[in-house]
């Protein structure tokens, strides 16, 4: 079964700095999708980026990058010029290619972003 | 409306009731999902309902029983629950493909507490 580990439950930044939230998982396929959601305190949960994993690129959305290292299983977030609007739990989650999406989230990193 | 909306948005129950949770999505998707939250916990996928039909039943209690009556809506029947079923019910929907899947809309989710 697939599986995906968040280390680190809570991190802190400075507004304006940059910070990295890592994610790692498991998987015996060779082909699948990887996410991260974001949710904000009382607000809904919402994707912020995702990657193929046949593409070798890094996917890139504004301030929100990732790196993507199939071999290690490791696909990380990292946030550019922080803001006070990025304070929420951000997950990692994996879903195989086929059919209906079955997630499997990560535990959630509770990111604080400090004025 | 827009979105994904659940009702209700907090709900306190005792142990004998019976009650439901309502989702709405009006995005013209054909996948619905719900998903437990709790505390420390990572999301657990509790329930898939692609094109009105259950594909997945991730070993939930019998306690709680799923309906869809079309594809739009998507209900959460919960009767005789107990204290540890307390939770954030997250509601979900995404347009299901063969090929690659789509992000999943999430709804405010409904916060349940059993007493």
């Known amino acids: 079964a697939q599986t995906v580990t968040q280390s680190q439950p809570e991190m802190s930044v400075q507004e304006a700095e940059t910070v990295t939230l890592s994610c790692t998982y498991d998987?015996?396929?060779?082909?699948?999708?990887l996410f991260w959601y974001k949710q904000p305190p009382s607000r809904q949960m919402i994707l912020v980026i995702r990657?193929?994993?046949?593409?070798?690129q890094n996917a890139t959305e504004n301030r929100f990058s990732v790196n993507f290292q199939k071999a290690a299983k490791s696909f990380s977030l990292k946030i550019s010029d922080s803001q006070l609007g990025d304070a929420a739990m951000y997950f990692c989650?994996?879903?195989?290619?086929?059919?209906?999406?079955?997630?499997?989230f990560g535990q959630g990193t509770r990111l604080t972003i400090n004025p | 409306e827009t979105g994904v909306t659940q009702t209700p948005r907090h709900l306190v129950m005792g142990m004998t009731n019976k009650k439901s949770l309502k989702c709405e999505q009006h995005l013209g998707h054909n996948a619905m999902y719900w998903y437990k939250q709790s505390a420390k916990k990572p999301l657990e996928l509790m329930f898939v309902y692609n094109f009105k039909e259950q594909t997945e039943n991730n070993s939930v209690p019998s306690r709680f029983s799923p309906e869809c009556p079309n594809s739009s809506h998507l209900f959460l029947h919960l009767h005789t629950l107990q204290p540890e079923d307390s939770a954030l019910y997250l509601c979900?929907?995404?347009?299901?493909?063969?090929?690659?899947?789509?992000?999943?809309?999430f709804g405010p989710g409904t916060r349940l507490t059993v007493t």
């Open positions: 989650a994996y879903s195989p290619p086929q059919g209906a999406q079955k997630l499997v």
């Open positions: 998987t015996s396929e060779s082909d699948y999708y």
């Open positions: 990657q193929e994993a046949y593409k070798q």
């Open positions: 979900a929907s995404s347009q299901a493909s063969r090929d690659s899947p789509y992000e999943q809309y």
